[in-house]
């Protein structure tokens, strides 16, 4: 249990209270997962294709280095003056999240997939790379990443084990192993994906002049693969297809997510912010081009427009 800090502002005491008392409830009683929770006497890695194990092997990378971006998300939290995110991440985040990779990369060992020399190799350049993304962010929108990233990361962990179970037969029955790995580690990223959204909520209750600092956070997001990982992330379009990530239900828990954070117009300036940062097709990119400079003003009807359609879309 915290107690007060006096040098909190009032906006942020409140906050900090708010969340303490979320995470005094759920917090306790949590544990990072182990290689030791697995009966390895029953894999059956025969039942698992080739482009599966490489989305493995590009999971067990991206994993393996949680310091990085824990470190800096302190540095928000400390930044921006909130104990409970530090308290977060520190307590929970770090310890679950350093043990993702465990089993992934035990898995990867046992079947024969990868020798263990070469996946310490790829992690070390993992670790080399660090993490680029949140330098000099707050907490809003340090959580706003973490809320979008560990969306995504959940979402693509459940098509994972979807993928080995639709695949399944009663001849061939999908590896218990695997599926439970899945099934574990997607459990605790939904968890941290509702602390950080949760977060988020509570800043922007008390302080709502701060959303345009969650538009920015989405506008620039990137996923770290792309830059821990950039051997590997290209193949991630081809998993995800392959799997059947569900691209649409993702986009859809963004845009109302968003509307809830910060409205449609706050939907709508990130959308058109984001387009014109990424890799779009040619014709459209004229289109993006204007929107992005009718956007820039946040109380534009262009954003409520876009952001009207885009929650109605998906």
């Not at 828990?253 to 809830?260: Q, R, T, Y």
């Given at each position: 249990m915290s107690t007060a800090n006096p040098s909190l502002t009032y906006a942020n005491s409140r906050i900090d209270a708010e969340m303490q008392a979320i995470l005094d409830r759920y917090l306790p009683g949590r544990r990072p997962m182990s290689v030791d929770d697995y009966d390895w006497k029953t894999i059956r890695p025969e039942t698992v294709d080739r482009d599966f194990l490489e989305a493995v092997g590009f999971v067990t990378l991206v994993e393996a280095n949680p310091k990085d971006p824990g470190g800096q998300i302190i540095k928000a939290a400390d930044r921006s003056n909130a104990p409970w995110l530090r308290r977060f991440i520190t307590q929970t985040w770090l310890p679950e999240e350093g043990m993702h990779h465990a089993p992934f990369k035990e898995y990867l060992?046992?079947?024969?997939?990868?020798?263990?020399?070469?996946?310490?190799?790829?992690?070390?350049?993992?670790?080399?790379?660090?993490?680029?993304?949140?330098?000099?962010?707050?907490?809003?929108?340090?959580?706003?990443?973490?809320?979008?990233?560990?969306?995504?990361?959940?979402?693509?962990?459940?098509?994972?084990?979807?993928y080995l179970l639709f695949q399944a037969t009663d001849?061939?029955?999908?590896?218990?192993?695997?599926?439970?790995?899945?099934?574990?580690?997607?459990?605790?990223?939904?968890?941290?994906?509702?602390?950080?959204?949760?977060?988020?909520?509570?800043?922007?209750?008390?302080?709502?002049?701060?959303?345009?600092?969650?538009?920015?956070?989405?506008?620039?997001?990137?996923?770290?693969?792309?830059?821990?990982a950039p051997d590997w992330q290209p193949k991630a379009p081809v998993w995800s297809e392959k799997f059947n990530f569900p691209l649409k239900g993702v986009i859809h828990?963004?845009?109302?997510?968003?509307?809830?954070l910060t409205g449609h117009r706050g939907l709508g300036q990130a959308a058109i912010l984001y387009g014109a940062r990424n890799h779009i097709h040619w014709y459209l990119r004229p289109i993006v081009a204007l929107l992005r400079l009718l956007s820039l003003p946040p109380a534009s009807p262009v954003n409520h427009l876009a952001g009207r359609l885009i929650a109605r879309a998906f």
């Open positions: 060992i046992r079947s024969g997939a990868y020798d263990e020399g070469f996946l310490d190799d790829e992690i070390a350049k993992v670790v080399d790379r660090g993490f680029v993304h949140g330098a000099g962010y707050s907490e809003l929108q340090a959580t706003t990443y973490g809320w979008l990233q560990e969306l995504i990361t959940w979402r693509f962990y459940d098509s994972m084990r979807d001849e061939n029955p999908a590896d218990p192993v695997m599926v439970k790995i899945l099934a574990d580690i997607a459990k605790q990223e939904n968890f941290h994906r509702h602390v950080y959204l949760t977060g988020a909520k509570t800043v922007l209750k008390h302080q709502p002049e701060r959303k345009g600092e969650v538009v920015t956070a989405v506008a620039e997001f990137l996923m770290p693969g792309h830059h821990m828990d963004i845009a109302h997510g968003m509307v809830e």
